[in-house]
């Protein structure tokens, strides 16, 4: 069975720096695109960042300069560090794998940034 578990969410002030974990099981975690998205009421599930097999990495542009994403294929993990943080990141964070033609959720982590 796949789960994907995020962690690291909570409450921080504007300006300020947190570091969300997804730690998969149940997959070939080395072969998976992972990717980071985030999710407020009433909007749709939006793309944050995300790290190919490969390596390769995409950001949208309102994290740019401000989020890294990162996989320890050892530990089955991806990061987003999260920095210079806005009230308007506030939101769910989901982890996302895909893997081959399935693609994996897990049950998110909610991030506030308060002003």
């Known amino acids: 069975q796949v789960q994907l578990v995020e962690s690291g969410g909570g409450l921080v002030q504007a300006g300020g720096s947190l570091r969300l974990s997804c730690t998969a099981s149940?997959?070939?975690?080395?072969?998976?695109?992972m990717a980071w998205y985030r999710q407020v009421p009433g909007k749709q599930r939006e793309l944050v960042a995300a790290v190919a097999s490969v390596g390769t990495i995409d950001y949208v542009d309102f994290v740019k300069g401000r989020f890294t994403i990162s996989r320890d294929n050892s530990k089955n993990t991806v990061y987003l560090q999260m920095s210079s943080l806005k009230p308007e990141d506030t939101a769910v964070y989901y982890c996302n794998a895909k893997y081959f033609d399935a693609n994996y959720w897990g049950r998110g982590t909610q991030v506030t940034v308060s002003s």
């Open positions: 149940g997959i070939r975690f080395g072969i998976c695109d």
